[in-house]
């Protein structure tokens, strides 16, 4: 089973502040099958990047995803209001599909 | 509008079954496969199980395998999980979320389920 592990747990920022959450595979993830997604309270998880980098349909550009085989990244470049929620990576090239403990991004 | 509307979830004894569906529309139903994710409280999200587009393959994760069942009916656009043998730790929302393939990211979710299995 490939863990991955996500820091940091919670990341702190104002609104406009850059945000840059990572994601770690315990082993190499191909980057088609690498994907992170949003997940605010009370609501269902939103995709938001596929394949290390697509962005989704109708997601902004302030959202980017980068990185290959152990180490990816999700940056948000200017937080705005609706962004503080809780970011899952996920990897679905090896089964069992594994996600993320979860970055939680809150209002400093 | 594409849709995913879960049902089914409840308060179940421990050892009980119950049967999750999740209905969709808006999109081609039968190209998608289809899965099941759950978040059990203050957790994060875990698959669950998958079906192909055609029904033929299905794949889960070791703690379900031989107590639940996926399955689909593509004429009425309708995905199922039928649960036996719940346990407290199956305790959960239970999402249902498709994608191009089941190597694919999920692209929809449903608003989810709650299951409650009580000891």
């Known amino acids: 089973e490939i863990v991955l592990t996500q820091s940091p747990g919670t990341l702190s920022l104002s609104p406009g502040e850059r945000a840059t959450l990572s994601c770690r595979a315990s082993q190499s993830v191909s980057s088609s099958y690498l994907a992170w997604c949003q997940q605010k309270p009370g609501q269902a998880p939103r995709l938001l990047i596929y394949g290390a980098s697509s962005r989704a349909t109708g997601i902004p550009d302030r959202f980017s995803g980068s990185g290959s085989g152990t180490d990816f990244t999700l940056t948000i470049s200017r937080l705005e209001p609706e962004d503080f929620a809780v970011y899952y990576c996920?990897?679905?090239?090896?089964?069992?599909?594994?996600f993320g403990p979860g970055t939680r991004v809150d209002i400093k | 509008e594409v849709q995913l509307l879960e049902s089914g979830g409840g308060l179940v004894q421990r050892g009980g079954s119950l049967r999750l569906s999740c209905a969709a529309s808006?999109?081609?139903?039968?190209?998608?496969?289809m899965s099941w994710v759950r978040q059990a409280p203050g957790k994060g999200l875990e698959w669950v199980s998958t079906?192909?587009?055609?029904?033929?393959?299905?794949y889960y994760i070791d703690s379900v395998k031989g107590r639940f069942t996926v399955s689909r009916d593509n004429s009425k656009n309708t995905l199922y999980l039928q649960m036996n043998s719940l346990r407290a730790e199956d305790t959960a929302v239970y999402y249902c979320?498709?994608?191009?393939?089941?190597?694919?990211?999920?692209?929809?979710w449903g608003q989810g389920t709650t299951v409650t299995v009580s000891s």
């Open positions: 996920q990897q679905s090239g090896n089964s069992p599909f594994t």
């Open positions: 079906v192909s587009g055609s029904a033929g393959d299905t």
């Open positions: 808006g999109f081609t139903f039968t190209s998608d496969a």
């Open positions: 979320a498709g994608s191009a393939g089941h190597y694919y990211p999920f692209w929809v």
